[in-house]
């Protein structure tokens, strides 16, 4: 198995910035693309950035040029900066990341951080 664990949520004020941060963990065999969704309050889940193993990187329109996603391959670890926050970008954030454990490959998912940001 793989756990997925994210840290750095919490509470901002507008115009704030916040690092999230994942740790992917257990039987890691291979490593492929890692991203971030985010679900706010009666809204589905939608991505907001991921990173390929090579390095290359997707991000939502909204979130150009305020979010900048990046790993640690040695680390299975992914980054979130989030910089200039809106009260919009609360939501819980969630960790996702594409393994191989010698069995298949699986998306896995962290359980949640939540970020608020404060009007």
């Known amino acids: 198995q793989v756990q997925l664990v994210e840290s750095g949520g919490g509470l901002v004020q507008s115009g704030g910035s916040l690092r999230l941060s994942c740790a992917a963990s257990g039987r890691i065999l291979g490593s492929y693309a890692m991203g971030w969704y985010r679900q706010a309050p009666g809204k589905q889940r939608e991505l907001v950035a991921s990173?390929?193993?090579?390095?290359?990187?997707n991000y939502v329109d909204v979130m150009k040029g305020r979010f900048t996603i990046s790993r640690d391959n040695a680390k299975n670890t992914v980054y979130l900066q989030m910089n200039s926050l809106k009260p919009e970008d609360t939501a819980v954030y969630y960790c996702n990341g594409r393994f191989a454990n010698g069995i298949a490959v699986i998306d896995y998912w962290g359980q949640g951080t939540q970020v608020t940001v404060s009007s």
């Open positions: 990173i390929t193993s090579g390095g290359t990187t």
